[in-house]
């Protein structure tokens, strides 16, 4: 079982920066890929940015590159996504999730577990 908790959400204008954090419970936080999610109000859940546990690589979803960086602490069981340059239509929730796959990893269904959320609002 993994447990993850988001935080570093809240309110910026249109052009700042966030950056978010997620903290997992599990002892083998390094076996699992990690990914960030958003749900806006009446939207699907959409794929942000995904980090593979095996080499680390990383993906983007087309709406996010060049703006957004995920990272990981293996030490610190502890997942970040650094947000550049916001734009209002990235107000969403977000969350972090975790998966014992390396592939796929733009599909929530590969992802075992999910945090709670957290609001990024960005005003224009």
């Known amino acids: 079982q993994v447990q993850l908790v988001e935080s570093g959400g809240g309110l910026v204008q249109a052009g700042g920066s966030l950056g978010l954090s997620c903290a997992a419970s599990a002892r083998t936080f390094s076996r699992y890929s990690m990914g960030w999610f958003r749900q806006a109000p009446g939207k699907e859940r959409e794929f942000v940015a995904a980090i593979n546990w095996r080499d680390e690589s990383t993906n983007y979803g087309d709406s996010v590159k060049g703006r957004f960086t995920i990272s990981r602490d293996n030490a610190k069981n502890t997942l970040y996504l650094q947000m550049n340059s916001l734009k209002p239509e990235d107000t969403a929730v977000y969350y972090c999730?975790?998966?014992?796959?390396?592939?796929?990893?733009?599909?929530?269904?590969?992802?075992?577990?999910w945090g709670q959320g957290t609001q990024v609002t960005v005003s224009s």
């Open positions: 999730a975790a998966s014992p796959a390396w592939y796929s990893l733009m599909d929530l269904k590969v992802y075992s577990y």
